[in-house]
């Protein structure tokens, strides 16, 4: 009776199950108790593996290229202030050898690359002139 009732539920098809099937039929699609073991035991053995790999020294498996993240688009940097000192240094002690010149307008304290970015400024401006690779002059007067 109750079984009836059961399999009238399944006919109805509320829980989705092959309403069909035999006690027998049921009994063979169930693993048996060893087959059960066997199924564990390989995911068992499964799972150490994927741990054995998990620490494994070396490379790992993934990769990771870091790229520059722009937040901002880049601006031109204004080098007033810094082509202003370097144009008075060069107007005050002459011709001077770039690292001197540095020194000088104590472009240590300016940041990095801001004093070849400045002086590359002070050039292309002509507020400063360049005599060889490493050494600048005052820019030229147009009336001396």
Request: proline letters at 8%; hydrophobic letters at 35%.
């Amino acid at each position: 009776m109750r079984r009836q009732r059961l399999r009238d539920v399944l006919q109805l098809g509320l829980l989705g199950l092959d309403v069909d099937r035999r006690p027998d039929e049921e009994a063979a699609a169930e693993p048996s108790p060893q087959r059960r073991g066997r199924d564990l035991g390989a995911e068992d053995s499964a799972r150490r593996r994927e741990q054995a790999r998990r620490y494994r020294l070396g490379p790992g498996r993934t990769s990771y290229s870091p790229g520059m993240v722009v937040s901002a688009p880049i601006t031109e940097q204004e080098f007033s202030r810094e082509v202003q000192r370097i144009e008075d240094a060069l107007a005050e002690h002459g011709p001077t050898e770039r690292r001197e010149l540095a020194r000088l307008v104590g472009a240590r304290f300016w940041g990095p690359g801001r004093f070849p970015a400045a002086l590359r400024e002070a050039v292309l401006s002509g507020r400063a002139r360049r005599l060889d690779r490493t050494h600048f002059g005052p820019a030229e007067r147009p009336g001396a």
